[in-house]
């Protein structure tokens, strides 16, 4: 069991049956009264946030959650499969789990697997990615004035928004967080 205090970004704790994660917290001790914190919580099973007030001295539920490290092996459409890399066991993950993340895995890339009573609950990628361009239109000469920027099919099979002077055959560095172009990359 943890404590008001123990409160920090990223802790994992147990409320209603579900995985939380501590996004953001605040400490307030009004000038009347007893001191709380507010507390802003991620749902790890279905991404909702939310605002919770908790007073000094309440206990949380720890959360039984398990981290593996598995290897990407392949996708069936409906679920994905990864091998566990410590106990070698395939782990099924249905793609809804993945969401648009699965738009970025690679064959054979290490992502880690949050478990909560046995069931995957999300999958988290390395935080960048290289990848090449396998499709995007030329750029036009003069059309840089406004930095503006163009759609690119990368290997993976995302599409990613890349500055006007990228090419088909580049290699980028992508944020799979978001999806966003970071640089080009030499290869």
């Given at each position: 069991m943890y404590e008001t205090s123990d409160i920090r970004k990223g802790l994992k704790i147990t409320m209603d049956g579900y995985p939380w994660e501590v996004v953001d917290f605040q400490f307030v001790k009004p000038g009347k009264g007893t001191a709380f914190t507010r507390v802003r919580v991620k749902n790890l099973k279905t991404g909702q946030?939310?605002?919770?007030?908790?007073?000094?001295?309440?206990?949380?539920?720890?959360?039984?959650?398990?981290?593996?490290?598995?290897q990407y092996m392949y996708s069936d459409g409906e679920n994905y499969f990864f091998m566990n890399q410590e106990s070698y066991e395939q782990i099924s993950i249905p793609a809804s789990v993945l969401g648009d993340s699965a738009l970025f895995l690679t064959e054979n890339m290490e992502c880690t697997i949050l478990v909560f009573e046995g069931v995957p609950m999300n999958v988290a990628l390395k935080t960048f990615l290289e990848a090449e361009i396998v499709y995007t239109e030329p750029g036009m000469k003069g059309d840089t004035a406004t930095g503006g920027s163009k759609p690119a099919k990368i290997s993976t099979g995302a599409e990613v928004q890349v500055p006007l002077f990228i090419n088909q055959g580049d290699w980028i560095k992508v944020d799979t967080r978001d999806g966003s172009y970071v640089e080009r990359v030499k290869k």
């Amino acid at each position: 069991m943890y404590e008001t205090s123990d409160i920090r970004k990223g802790l994992k704790i147990t409320m209603d049956g579900y995985p939380w994660e501590v996004v953001d917290f605040q400490f307030v001790k009004p000038g009347k009264g007893t001191a709380f914190t507010r507390v802003r919580v991620k749902n790890l099973k279905t991404g909702q946030a939310l605002d919770r007030t908790f007073k000094t001295g309440e206990k949380l539920e720890e959360c039984d959650l398990e981290e593996h490290v598995g290897q990407y092996m392949y996708s069936d459409g409906e679920n994905y499969f990864f091998m566990n890399q410590e106990s070698y066991e395939q782990i099924s993950i249905p793609a809804s789990v993945l969401g648009d993340s699965a738009l970025f895995l690679t064959e054979n890339m290490e992502c880690t697997i949050l478990v909560f009573e046995g069931v995957p609950m999300n999958v988290a990628l390395k935080t960048f990615l290289e990848a090449e361009i396998v499709y995007t239109e030329p750029g036009m000469k003069g059309d840089t004035a406004t930095g503006g920027s163009k759609p690119a099919k990368i290997s993976t099979g995302a599409e990613v928004q890349v500055p006007l002077f990228i090419n088909q055959g580049d290699w980028i560095k992508v944020d799979t967080r978001d999806g966003s172009y970071v640089e080009r990359v030499k290869k």
